[in-house]
């Protein structure tokens, strides 16, 4: 068996995937303790050293946003998003190789990809589901409701697939599964089932339409959930608001199971270091 020259370069798999971008949220928690211990000669070459690890645009993920974590869970939240995963880890991991990063603790983190959501209607379907409704398929009304959907249909598979991140203040991130449970399990669901309780619930966010806005991303064979839910929030009442809604839904009430929640207000890696005073 022969093997190439040691300087010859490996084949790699491609990293990036045929849909959808890597997504990964990351929260972390200061050590007061080693924060204490930094040279106060030093500290602001510490400081400057963790603003350029954050700021630094050759090496910035496509998507990258941080912010303040409310409560004890977390001090720091980051969510970035970028079809090559590891330019994503490299920020966490240039995050904690600086001076200030060794103070900084690990407390949660989150993978998964985007994806199209095999619930969102192609054309066809959509057509289907007004004729279901009573609509005249050979009605101009049921024609220019067709095209204009047709001609949505890019943008919203775009907006799933690489979303842009909203500059909103608050935002809320959570992880989910759907039940297995004996009598509530969702992957046992007819699929005509699912598609209609996951309308009901798709119609219960409408209501908060230029309020809230969400990113769904999944994380089955990726993380130890299934789908993360990120929120972003016009105010953080918003949140509590939706989330108590769209729990009424059967695809919630009945089949949601949901981890921690992380709350956090958007801010500049400088805010983020004055809010924690150091």
Not at 6 to 11: C, E, G, H, N, V
Not at 72 to 83: F, W, Y
Not at 119 to 129: G, I
Request: charged share 20%.
């Amino acid at each position: 068996m022969t093997h190439p020259p040691a300087s010859a370069p490996l084949p790699e798999p491609s990293l990036i995937p045929v849909q959808g971008w890597h997504c990964s949220h990351y929260f972390y928690q200061w050590d007061r303790k080693e924060l204490a211990s930094i040279d106060p000669n030093s500290i602001e070459q510490a400081k400057q050293e963790f603003l350029d690890a954050l700021n630094d645009v050759n090496e910035r993920p496509e998507r990258m946003q941080l912010f303040i974590i409310s409560g004890h869970k977390a001090d720091i939240g980051l969510i970035m998003m970028d079809p090559n995963p590891l330019r994503i880890d490299r920020v966490h991991q240039k995050l904690l190789s600086t001076r200030l990063g060794r103070a900084l603790l690990p407390t949660y983190s989150f993978v998964s990809m985007s994806e199209v959501s095999e619930y969102l209607p192609n054309k066809d379907q959509y057509a289907a589901k007004l004729i279901r409704s009573g609509e005249d398929p050979q009605s101009p009304a049921f024609q220019a409701k067709v095209a204009s959907y047709d001609r949505r249909l890019p943008v919203m598979l775009a907006q799933r697939l690489a979303p842009e991140f909203p500059t909103w203040p608050a935002m809320c991130f959570y992880p989910m599964n759907k039940s297995r449970n004996v009598g509530a399990n969702w992957f046992l669901e007819p699929f005509s089932s699912r598609t209609e309780m996951m309308a009901e619930h798709a119609q219960s966010g409408m209501a908060f339409a230029g309020k809230v806005t969400q990113l769904v991303t999944a994380s089955v064979g990726l993380d130890d959930w299934e789908w993360g839910v990120t929120l972003w929030a016009r105010n953080p009442q918003f949140l509590k608001e939706i989330v108590y809604t769209m729990r009424y839904d059967k695809a919630s009430a009945t089949f949601g199971e949901f981890g921690q929640f992380y709350v956090g207000y958007l801010a500049t890696p400088d805010e983020i270091l004055k809010h924690c005073m150091i």
